[in-house]
């Protein structure tokens, strides 16, 4: 009977240990929230040497972090976002473009959030997305238990179609996506993200979350509070630079005029990260919390950028290298730099390894954690070469395209068939700022690393989600109805459209009637011709001034199964023919 005692006493003590065990473990793991901003350059800080840009909240948070002085994205934000989400190079997402059906991520990737879900996490994306509008693939879909977001791949472009009808004003209250539903909002968007940000924060502090807090600001068009603007309308954005030797781009009036914008839409950001890590500090979440802060890519107008060649687009340094801070008391010892190169596909696997989670074997990832050399265990990661290129629709050799490893880089803006000659490579130990091509007295070093690239590029395009724009699969529970916007379509070639006409990429879920409904920006005030094609079938409508900016095609029975939805609107004039493109189209199952 003593031995049943001590045997049941045991069990006891063996489960208590066990639920402690994993409620340690769980409270082991760090919070993360990621921050993201749109097109802040690597000199828009005034930690890198800005005079006139004051952001004292960030420089703060760098002087706590630890930094990566070479920090690799792509040239433009949607290849950006697709890589430092799956740990992968873009092209092998879906992700090619930033519009025309090239921005869209294809719904197999597994995502930092479905990894993170899996590993005990919440997650929530606050901000830009820029990945696809429609299911299977906005952020809800792919492992966001919370979202709150702009279409397209910047507030009031056309593809955000809501925001794009409220001009200049479209930063602010502007129309959003919670969870699938449209919400209206109140307030500057960089106010209302973080607004959103800290009530996330407030809801899920007792659990491990991770929150993607990604700003469509500095991005254009550069609006911004009255305010803000104010305390740079005075400054010469050019001036302040005398006594530095580093390369300084030629700023007329409007490229000033934009930095002054551009710096007011910084400073109110920083305000608000101040607000948030005030409120991590007042939740007593600081020193369980891993804080990162990056940017997608270069700026696009030229300013000061720390002496850098380039902007966004390109892949010079300027274009592609920039802030990343890493802040994380319990476990980074802060305020030292690491000097080897790293990349966004490095983020996914570093959480996986920091966060208990779990990377996918049946796929590559490109990346390689950063977790050694956060924790200064290391301060070097093994010989590896990082590669870029940005060219819209698809890449090309070898235009706008490069490779980096160790102290060289090769550049090429040439064609295919270009000899070695005809590229750039630079040693960056001792010319970070490109300035001096040094092909001619590295040839062999720099056919070496072309080699390397034609390896790259052609498996990256050989790999199963690349040149393939996922299709948006229409009819089903999680979204009806479909809006199909700008940001997503193609482009077929058409005698009355100059630049072709627009059709989107859907798949049909299941059987049954449709309801289609073309908006257009304005009124259509003149006769009208209009040919709808679903996949194989033509539909002909005649609508004589339909003088509404909807037009209702009706029902139709749709089956099972791919489909291309083209509308071609035709106004009829009196000597011609003219094409309106839809502004966008809803298609609902009915």
């Not at 911004?224 to 781009?249: C, L, T, W």
């Not at 007042?282 to 804080?291: A, G, Y």
């Amino acid at each position: 009977m003593i031995n049943n005692q001590i045997v049941a006493f045991a069990c006891v003590v063996l489960a208590f240990t066990l639920v402690c065990c994993g409620n340690s473990d769980t409270s082991d793991q760090p919070n993360v929230i990621l921050i993201m901003t749109d097109d802040q350059g690597f000199g828009d800080l005034g930690f890198y040497g800005n005079p006139h840009v004051k952001t004292p909240v960030i420089d703060q948070l760098a002087s706590e972090s630890v930094r990566f002085d070479e920090f690799l994205v792509s040239p433009v934000c949607a290849p950006t976002r697709s890589a430092l989400l799956t740990g992968r190079y873009p092209l092998r997402t879906g992700v090619r473009d930033t519009y025309q059906g090239g921005a869209i991520m294809a719904s197999s990737e597994i995502t930092i959030a479905e990894m993170l879900k899996k590993a005990g996490y919440t997650t929530g994306m606050i901000g830009k997305w820029h990945l696809g509008d429609n299911y299977p693939c906005r952020p809800e879909d792919q492992g966001f238990d919370y979202a709150l977001h702009h279409l397209a791949g910047g507030m009031g472009q056309w593809g955000d179609w809501p925001n794009h009808l409220k001009g200049n004003t479209s930063y602010f209250n502007p129309t959003l996506w919670e969870n699938g539903e449209m919400v209206e909002s109140e307030g500057y968007c960089s106010d209302v993200f973080t607004d959103a940000a800290i009530h996330f924060i407030e809801e899920k502090k007792e659990e491990p979350f991770f929150l993607y807090l990604a700003f469509n600001a500095p991005h254009d068009p550069l609006q911004v509070p009255q305010k803000y603007y104010d305390k740079y309308k005075d400054i010469d954005p050019a001036s302040g630079f005398e006594n530095d030797d580093r390369p300084f781009p030629d700023m007329n009036e409007d490229m000033k005029e934009k930095a002054r914008k551009v710096y007011a839409m910084v400073s109110n950001i920083d305000d608000n990260l101040a607000r948030l890590l005030n409120k991590i500090d007042e939740l007593k979440l600081d020193e369980n919390t891993l804080v990162i802060f990056m940017t997608d890519n270069g700026p696009i107008p030229y300013r000061y950028l720390a002496g850098m060649r380039g902007r966004k687009s390109s892949v010079y340094e300027g274009g592609i290298q920039v802030p990343s801070f890493w802040r994380y008391p319990k476990k980074f010892k802060g305020n030292r730099d690491i000097t080897a190169t790293a990349s966004h596909f490095d983020i996914f696997p570093t959480l996986a390894e920091l966060c208990g989670g779990e990377i996918p074997s049946d796929r590559k990832i490109d990346g390689v954690s950063l977790l050694p050399l956060l924790t200064g265990e290391k301060t070097a990661l093994g010989e590896r070469s990082i590669c870029r290129y940005w060219t819209r629709r698809a890449p090309e050799k070898y235009k706008n395209m490069m490779i980096r490893n160790g102290e060289f880089k090769l550049v090429g803006n040439c064609d295919e068939e270009a000899g070695i000659e005809k590229f750039e490579l630079f040693d960056l130990t001792n010319d970070p700022y490109e300035l001096n091509n040094v092909v001619d007295s590295n040839k062999e070093a720099a056919a070496a690393l072309k080699s390397e690239m034609n390896s790259w590029i052609e498996e990256l395009q050989a790999s199963k989600n690349a040149m393939q724009s996922p299709r948006i699969i229409i009819g089903t529970e999680h979204e009806n109805p479909s809006v199909l916007n700008l940001n997503d379509v193609h482009f077929i070639a058409h005698e009355n459209a100059k630049n072709g006409v627009v059709y989107w990429k859907t798949d049909i879920a299941t059987e049954g009637k449709y309801a289609f409904n073309l908006y257009f920006k304005k009124a259509i005030e003149n006769d009208c011709e209009i040919e709808l094609r679903i996949g194989e079938e033509k539909h002909l409508f005649i609508f004589p001034k339909p003088m509404d900016s909807k037009i209702s095609l009706g029902n139709f029975h749709l089956k099972v199964g791919e489909a291309d939805i083209v509308p071609i609107v035709i106004l009829k004039t009196k000597d011609k023919k003219l094409y309106r493109m839809p502004f966008y189209v809803e298609v609902e199952k009915q």
